[in-house]
């Protein structure tokens, strides 16, 4: 595969970074794409291997870099598309919400493990796939990810973490068998060492292939959209992930072919870029009409993209970071940083940064307006979308996407204050009390 | 909708038990029923309401007693059916995973919930939604999970949980804000004494509507089977939850319309029944050609259900429960005990159960060899299949299927034995040997 700069257009054949310095990703023609159709019209033993059935992200094999992966690695993808209608008011738009807790390891990074791992998998022709080594420099939802991936694909994952990792999220990743290496040092030089690593192919944040993998959120999430008038392709409607939900009211977002915005959080900038890259490769294939406007967002304490998008800059500074309650995104050094602002200077959007209190807030009111326990970086969509509406960036009516990137139940809930206790004789009372009230 | 009784036959039109004392069920015609197809050709405005765009388990609308729930609930089901070719050999078996944990609270018990609190939603009749309200007996999955779908519908929610749980899990549940109880005194009695209190709807482990939702797991296991030959309904390959995933080999699920055996964990028997009832209706339709075999496993630690069965009885009696790590299914007086009896003794196969040292090692094989972190109770499938294998019951070539019923993201994962410590100037010599070694 050929990969490209999105900056000055340099092709390589190998690599992660650009001799400009800036990350490649991988060269994709687009041109006559159309959404896979869910009719097989065909016999099986006429199918070519891309024609095999497919599920999840792999449904877009045209765009695809691999085969689908084994194991749970075939099942990434498809998550859910809600329509939270709950949630409009405390956001001031029309609100969607991405599940992406839906994957496997409950985050959106499992779709470019799965595409990273496959890679791996297909680049060890002829050797054993336990002869075959993936590797990537996380501590958290990454390293759980590549863990997961590789363990049902058999193939051998090195995971880089720092050695002052909380026990706690080690046993999280080490569950899948990884080979855990605790380093010591710089930690976050790792991102560039661990590419000239021997024998080790690093699926990073923002690496090649997992951006491929990573785009299909942005595919998922179009297709709904554009799909939802019932058009023979059918799929919003098929109980597949990229389904889109109607609303209480019958209203599905029917009146256009693509949300108003998509709202995401970022730290490396590698998923955004993803992102980005899915829409431009859907408006080469006409398959959008208007590109959303695309907003990313990111903690207060470490957001370097929006202090570089703020004062308008071409290149985003390393920031020294502060604590944040969305640790998962507190990248201040992101390797695809400068990527992130050429995405919303070019399509439309921002970048911006919220307060922990705003993004606490968002969690909470994920979990009490749309039954959703997602993590703090998740909840910085909702956050952010709400700042965005109060400064009329984002208006009433507009029909926005929020990008739930990880789920929260790995994290403790806080406790309530203690509820009422009572006898179970007291109990008819008590409920008829309540009922009335309401 | 009429209610009947599985044992007597008698139907009524209220309640949750028979007066023979069993549980009931809905009566479901499922005559003349048909795998949903996925081509939609008429325009939306010809569309009736159960044929508006769905999602998830509400493809089944013809067979469910409730329109689709607004907000996380029209997203509930669908999940992800995983051909895990590296359990095999553990298994015994060619093994598939229907992984529920991409349900919105990470358990199958999202399906049960969706289902009973749309019903309450429609029986409040010109009511304000906020005017209804449903209720819950369980301090565990069920109960995040139907405050969960009660918070994203708009539904307030009774949970009524025992005075000495954790106030972690209080936490989990209480994240959602439902009117949390805690009732001092015989919690074991309030599954009985909670269906006749005043005013709240209560949807516990086994009542009809719960049921209903619940039965929805196997009709996506067999539809995805069952249209494994490129049918033109497509379903399984189409990016949806019930596609069933090709193998690294290529190979498929086709050789016939329903896998050998489903295995599932059983507590209260609701789930178990509604397996069983799926079966009877999929029967009903002519959708099976052979029914699969139903194996429930329960935890030795507390186990009625299975000493009935083993002991050839007719009736299961309440035991004095130990302690087991799959505590969310350590039901020592299931309400549905018996009616499970009857589901294994009409389609065949088993009670049986597991020690807690099986379910660990399976838990740890779902993990390391399917990238799959499952709750122990979930992993009494895999612990059981293994037994069933080694002992003749299930064979090598068999298709099972094991119903990973929900996610063990919530629990601490075991902190491993320190991985070594490497200076990052010693880095790339440790990661050369590595992978030399390996």
Same mark, same amino acid.
């Given at each position: 595969?050929?990969?490209? =700069? ?36 065909r ?142 040092? +710089? ?20 690496t090649?292939?997992r ?8 595919y ?6 554009a ?49 980005w890259?899915?829409?431009?490769e ?11 406007r ?7 304490? =470490? ?54 209190? +705003?993004i ?22 909702? +956050? ?19 990008? +739930?990137t990880?789920t ?31």
């Open positions: 595969m050929t990969l490209v =700069c999105y900056r000055c257009g340099n092709e390589t054949e190998n690599g992660a970074r650009c001799a400009c310095g800036e990350p490649l990703w991988l060269k994709t023609d687009a041109t006559g794409f159309s959404w896979p159709a869910f009719v097989r019209t016999s099986e033993s006429e199918l070519e291997p891309k024609q095999e059935p497919t599920s999840g992200l792999w449904r877009y094999a045209d765009l695809l870099p691999t085969e689908p992966l084994p194991g749970v690695g075939a099942a990434v993808g498809g998550t859910p598309l809600a329509r939270t209608e709950r949630l409009d008011e405390y956001a001031g738009c029309r609100l969607w919400v991405k599940d992406e807790s839906a994957n496997p390891t409950g985050t959106f990074k499992d779709r470019g493990s799965a595409v990273g791992v496959a890679h791996t998998l297909e680049s060890s022709v002829g050797a054993d796939a336990n002869g075959s080594w993936v590797g990537t420099v996380s501590h958290g939802n990454m390293a759980m990810s590549m863990a997961a991936m590789s363990a049902s694909a058999g193939v051998s994952c090195l995971v880089l973490v720092p050695d002052d990792i909380p026990t706690e999220r080690l046993g999280h990743i080490d569950q899948y068998d990884p080979e855990l290496v605790q380093v010591e040092g +710089a930690y976050g030089k790792l991102y560039y060492d661990s590419l000239e690593l021997p024998g080790v192919r690093f699926v990073n944040s923002d090649p292939y951006v491929a993998g990573q785009k299909t959120t942005a998922e999430i179009c297709e709904a959209f799909t939802a008038h019932g058009d023979p392709a059918g799929s919003p409607f098929d109980g597949s992930g990229p389904g889109i939900q109607v609303s209480e009211s019958g209203e599905s977002a029917d009146s256009s072919d693509s949300p108003d915005a998509i709202v995401a959080p970022v730290s490396s900038g590698g998923h955004a870029s993803a992102i890259k899915a829409l431009r859907l408006r080469e294939a006409n398959l959008l009409d208007s590109a959303p695309l907003y990313f967002v990111q903690a207060a304490a =470490c957001d370097p993209i929006a202090r570089a998008f703020r004062a308008d800059a071409d290149e985003v500074r390393s920031v020294e970071g502060g604590d944040t309650i969305a640790y998962s995104i507190a990248n201040s050094d992101p390797p695809s940083g400068n990527r992130v602002l050429a995405a919303v200077r070019e399509i439309g959007g921002a970048v911006l940064s919220v307060s922990d209190g +705003a606490l807030d968002a969690k909470r009111q994920f979990a009490r307006r749309a039954g959703l326990c997602v993590e703090p970086a998740a909840a910085t969509t909702l +956050a952010g979308i709400r700042h965005l509406s109060k400064s009329g960036e984002i208006s009433q009516d507009e029909r926005v996407v929020a990008v +739930a990880g929260g139940f790995r994290e403790q809930s806080a406790s309530p204050t203690a509820p009422r206790s009572v006898p179970l004789s007291e109990l008819a009372g008590r409920v008829r009390s309540l009922v009335s009230d309401a």
